[in-house]
Each structure stands twice: as structure tokens, then as C-alpha cells.
């Protein structure tokens, strides 16, 4: 079993839909949470960072962590056709002295006009 | 303007031949890291650096070296040891170990 689980889509949707993201992980001792968005042929940059659980909003963005259930969501609302790109969840133990990075194998997410 | 830039974009490597990736910061960042990124697979680290002079094996660091000597520069060499070496390399830095890591645009390497 993967540490981190991620459904690769892809997950095409029309602009302006609301978008659901998710990842599943097995290690209870996470709490640093990350999404980064990575347009084709790019490389990644960081979309959200959260610490615990709990909902975090930037924009159109939040990113939701609940750890009882160890699960991760990434919510997109007013999905625009400049989001389609590939999400890839990230989450670490702690910060601080170093602490891998995993990485979930990424969502494909195309939103068409 | 601050960033981290790699080079080359594309790199084509013939048959037993070392190739070198360029990973260059100018964020004044400490860590420094290389992942590679394979079709339908999460980011896998090769190697990171904690420090200038210091660095440490990742998970799958077999076939691949580096070097750090100066805080701005980690270059990836691609040995000819590695034999399926044919991904997409990432290079990415953050301000100390453990800190929200930042990536380069990325270098595709093909083989011959």
C-alpha cells in the first residue's frame, strides 16, 4: 500500500463547476499538508500549505485536512479553464530539521469552456 | 528576480554516457533537493542537501550522484549506471530543511 493514495483522473469538468481533490494517506503521524499545481511540462508550485486539521481559504482555493479519517481535500470553485493542470497532494511528518516530502501520484484536471 | 532555474530544458544521453543537470537558486535557500517524476507516479527524491557540502541519499539514489559545493548550485549527474534513466527531473530548494520546498521548471532526459 502506497503512502499516499491519489486518484489520477482524469476529472473533466465544465468552467465554472465546483472541483473536488482528494488524497487518503496511512501515516498517522503527517501533519504538514500541500498542494501544488503543475501545468504540463512545468515544474510544480505551491497552491496551499496547511498544518493539522481544519479548512484553509485562499481565493477560489481551500484545502481541508481531516485527520481522524486521514484524509485531504482540495475544493475549486468557479473552475476555470486556466486550472486545468495536474494537482499533486503533499504531506510530511513535521518541520524542521528533515522530514521527506511524499508525494501523491497526482490528479489530472481538465475544465473546458 | 528570484527563482530557480534549471537547465538544460531538454537533455538527450547516448548509451553508457554521464549527464549533468544543472539546479541553480538564488533564493539564499539551504536544502536543496532532486526528484524525479515518472507517468502515473508520484515525485520520488534522488537526493538532498542540508547544507553546503553535505547531502544524503533519497530514496532511489542508485545510478545518480551530486555535488554541493557552493549554496546556490546542486548539479544532478545521470550515471551510466542508471538504466532506465528516461524521466522528468525536478530540482527544488526551501529556506531550511523541513520548510515548504519550491520547485525549478524542470529538465526532460531522454535516452538515444
Known amino acids: 500500500q502506497k503512502e499516499v493514495e491519489q486518484d489520477p483522473g482524469p476529472l473533466s469538468v465544465p468552467e465554472g463547476a465546483i472541483v473536488s481533490l482528494n488524497c487518503t494517506y496511512s501515516n498517522s503521524a503527517f501533519q504538514y499538508f500541500m498542494w501544488y499545481r503543475q501545468y504540463s511540462r512545468k515544474g510544480p508550485e505551491l497552491l496551499m500549505y496547511?498544518?493539522?486539521?481544519g479548512n484553509k481559504e485562499d481565493g477560489r482555493f481551500t484545502a481541508q485536512v481531516d485527520k481522524s479519517s486521514k484524509y485531504i481535500s482540495l475544493f475549486i470553485r468557479d473552475s476555470q479553464p486556466s486550472d486545468s493542470a495536474t494537482y499533486l497532494c503533499a504531506m510530511s511528518e513535521a518541520s524542521g530539521g528533515y522530514n521527506k516530502l511524499i508525494f501523491g501520484a497526482g490528479t489530472r484536471l481538465a475544465v473546458h469552456p | 528576480d528570484g527563482g530557480i532555474t534549471q537547465s538544460p530544458k531538454y537533455l538527450f544521453r547516448k548509451e553508457g554516457q554521464n549527464v549533468t543537470l544543472s539546479c541553480e537558486q538564488n533564493l539564499n535557500h539551504d536544502a536543496m533537493y532532486w526528484y524525479r517524476q515518472d507517468p502515473g507516479q508520484g515525485l520520488r527524491l534522488i537526493y538532498y542537501s542540508q547544507i553546503v557540502n553535505d547531502f544524503q541519499k533519497g530514496d532511489i539514489a542508485e545510478g545518480y550522484s551530486v555535488s554541493r559545493e557552493k549554496k546556490e548550485s546542486f548539479p544532478l549527474t545521470v550515471t551510466s549506471a542508471q538504466k532506465n534513466p528516461t524521466a522528468f527531473y525536478l530540482c527544488?530548494?526551501?529556506?531550511?530543511?523541513?520548510?515548504?520546498?519550491?520547485f525549478g521548471p524542470g529538465t526532460r532526459l531522454l535516452v538515444l
Open positions: 496547511t498544518y493539522s486539521s
Open positions: 527544488a530548494s526551501s529556506i531550511s530543511p523541513g520548510e515548504t520546498q519550491y
